[in-house]
């Protein structure tokens, strides 16, 4: 799940209320209260709201909650002068582009961080992975204009962002970490999109990086934006939230004229869209018994607005397709704290599943003792599973005809999982102490299997093996009230010489080590990993000397 890092000093500022209110109002609005300091505040959310992915988004919805600011937020796009002209040689690679330019701001390093961290949530959510949808943002102060979204050829080069000399795009795919994170995205395309202005400045190659020419700085005061899409609506919905983020900064937006070949678009359009109210819809699922004042009043908290049978919703809020997501707003704007639970009773007895505790009980422990829980896809892609390792794919489940690439093969082993989430997290803290209880699957011959892994990873500059036993052993002798032994052997995601058996009652469980630096290289962590993976379902049976099978 997305984190957003907020300083509470400016989130009270925005919001305009004290930090004592605003910390207890924000599990209120659907937000996990991640870490509390006396200076921030890290909360996660769920993808499906988008628009939390700044302290600014965040502060919307509380100044509705909290009653500051209620209804609809009103957006005005000035009429712009700044024209896109699309290349039609696009068309098959990546068709559409939606602008905005963003006027009068004064930016500062935290606005300029949210704004970084928005974008990248947003091309990990809504723009899968980049995949849909990529967004640039660009200081406009040094462009020219008109600006041309055109095809240029493998030889063509420019300096990308974090780079001190020109490349090709060749030679950026090949070479640049962000070219073998996203090049696969337009590799083989016999053209490759670029954004450049009419001095011939590059902006960007979407959606691989920016060029250095358009970074945004504290002297930055005008934003172009442009988000380039393989689906219309996605882009125009990810430009919908960059731009009303940047309105909420201070921003003047204005609007940029598309030229397609056969057709001429003004982006963004930030009207609202509207949806029935099923009253009946709302009482049944909330318990409730409201008027259509009361329906208007928590409507106008959740930021939405009525007007007769219609419901007004903004245009960030991409989450709201269904009269379920109606409701949820009346009883978020109602005041979830206000309802009281209701058990159904029970019409047979029954009790809980006993490898289910189990389960549980090793997800606490290994919590209680300091490490942070992660949850992986059961599904995962070739590259992480058996690539990035140099592996064997003998006894990998594959799914036939795999709506995508990144989720072709059941995983066998949560290391690469793992491995992922840390990749994912360089730019957070250190030391990294994550684990999961996850399922996996492998295949012998036509016989298939899946049970149940515990798996821990450490991630800091003196990660080893002597720390790994350490919290195996913890695990074991304390959680489980076994004695382990570990005897030194090989493994596909562990260095020769640091690796070794998990052995319980002479049985090997699982394995322990340093993960190999050409693995750690092949994720881009740049720090020793450490960890241990242990088979809980083997150990439950042995346990309970069972056959117990999930």
């Not at 984190?3 to 009270?12: F, I, P, Q, S, T």
């Not at 602008?99 to 009068?104: G, I, P, Q, T």
């Not at 982006?267 to 409730?288: I, M, Q, S």
């Amino acid at each position: 799940m997305p984190v957003v890092k907020a300083d509470l000093e400016r989130l009270a500022r925005i919001v305009g209320a004290e930090k004592r209110e605003i910390v207890e109002r924000i599990p209120y609005v659907g937000l996990d209260i991640e870490e509390l300091t006396e200076s921030y505040i890290r909360v996660e959310y769920s993808p499906n709201r988008p628009d939390f992915g700044s302290d600014v988004g965040i502060a919307r919805a509380l100044k509705g909650i909290m009653g500051i600011e209620k209804g609809l937020p009103k957006y005005r796009v000035e009429k712009g002068n700044l024209k896109v002209e699309v290349d039609p040689k696009l068309h098959e690679v990546r068709p559409y582009i939606a602008c905005v330019l963003a006027e009068s701001l004064s930016l500062g390093e935290e606005d300029i961080r949210q704004l970084i961290s928005l974008q990248e949530d947003l091309h990990q959510g809504l723009g899968r992975k980049r995949a849909r949808a990529a967004i640039g943002l660009h200081d406009f102060s040094r462009l020219a204009q008109p600006i041309y979204y055109r095809a240029a050829e493998p030889d063509y080069s420019f300096q990308p962002l974090g780079y001190e000399r020109k490349m090709s795009i060749s030679e950026i795919i090949e070479k640049t970490e962000q070219g073998k994170l996203y090049g696969n995205l337009i590799k083989g395309k016999n053209t490759f999109p670029v954004l450049e202005d009419s001095a011939g400045n590059t902006l960007s190659m979407p959606p691989v990086i920016n060029g250095s020419v358009t970074k945004l700085t504290v002297e930055t005061k005008e934003v172009f934006v442009d988000v380039t899409s393989t689906d219309k609506k996605t882009g125009e919905q990810v430009l919908n939230i960059i731009a009303t983020t940047l309105h909420d900064m201070g921003g003047r937006l204005k609007s940029v004229k598309i030229v397609y070949s056969n057709s001429t678009e003004v982006t963004p359009r930030l009207k609202p869209f509207t949806a029935n109210l099923e009253k009946n819809v709302v009482e049944r699922l909330t318990g409730l018994k409201l008027s259509k004042r009361d329906l208007a009043e928590y409507l106008s908290r959740s930021r939405l607005e009525l007007r007769g049978n219609r419901v007004y919703i903004p245009c960030y809020r991409v989450d709201i397709m269904h009269p379920v997501d109606i409701a949820e707003e009346v009883a978020l704007g109602y005041g979830i704290e206000k309802f009281d639970a209701i058990y159904p009773p029970p019409n047979s007895p029954g009790e809980r599943n006993k490898f289910e505790s189990f389960l549980e009980s090793v997800s606490n422990f290994m919590a209680m003792s300091g490490l942070l829980e992660v949850m992986e896809y059961e599904l995962t892609d070739e590259k992480s599973l058996i690539g990035n390792f140099s592996r064997e794919d003998s006894g990998i489940i594959r799914v036939m005809n795999p709506k995508s690439i990144e989720h072709s093969l059941l995983r066998d082993s949560l290391i690469p999982s793992l491995l992922s989430v840390l990749s994912r997290n360089l730019k957070e803290e250190y030391p990294q102490r994550i684990y999961e209880v996850g399922r996996v699957f492998s295949r012998k011959g036509n016989t298939f299997d899946e049970h149940w892994n515990l798996c821990m990873m450490l991630s800091h500059s003196k990660a080893s093996y002597s720390e790994a036993k350490s919290y195996l052993a913890s695990f074991l002798n304390t959680c489980i009230g076994i004695k382990t032994s570990t005897e030194p052997s090989s493994h596909w995601a562990f260095s020769e010489g640091r690796t070794a058996s998990i052995l319980v009652s002479e049985r090997e469980t699982g394995v322990i080590g340093e993960v190999k630096p050409e693995a750690l290289e092949c994720f881009g962590i740049y720090t020793p990993v450490s960890g241990f993976e242990i088979n809980l379902t083997m150990l439950y049976n042995m346990l309970n000397n069972s056959s117990h099978s999930i």
